[in-house]
């Protein structure tokens, strides 16, 4: 199972880090990703690390949000720097058995999170 945490409200411009516990998530190949969907919008993937440790991001977050996976590989984070108000939402972390790892396919996830809402008043 995936639980997020180190979710929260920051002034624009802040920075937040959410983890995901990916712990007894063993496999070959795997997709690790982020998704968020904000009120009245669909949920779109945001990032995503896989079994290669490489990385991919939405254009919108690109240079702003980091994604990374501890060396036991039992945590995901995603660093989220220069925070504005459009990036509030709940966040969730996913995961999923596949050797191309495409952070834009929901299709690609079997698990995911409850989700931890960021929030950055305007």
């Not at 063993?26 to 490489?54: I, K, M, P, S, T």
């Amino acid at each position: 199972h995936l639980r997020e945490s180190g979710g929260g409200s920051v002034e624009s411009g802040g920075s937040l880090t959410l983890s995901c516990s990916t712990s007894n998530y063993n496999h070959e190949f795997y997709c690790l990703g982020w998704w968020r969907q904000a009120q009245g919008g669909e949920r779109e993937g945001v990032a995503a690390l896989d079994h290669n440790v490489v990385t991919t991001y939405i254009d919108f977050v690109n240079g702003r949000f980091t994604v990374a996976q501890d060396n036991a590989k039992t945590t995901l984070y995603l660093q989220m720097n220069s925070l504005q108000p459009d990036d509030t939402a709940p966040y969730y972390c996913a995961s999923g058995v596949v050797y191309y790892c495409r952070y834009w396919s929901p299709l690609q996830f079997s698990l995911w999170g409850p989700g931890a809402q960021v929030t950055v008043p305007s």
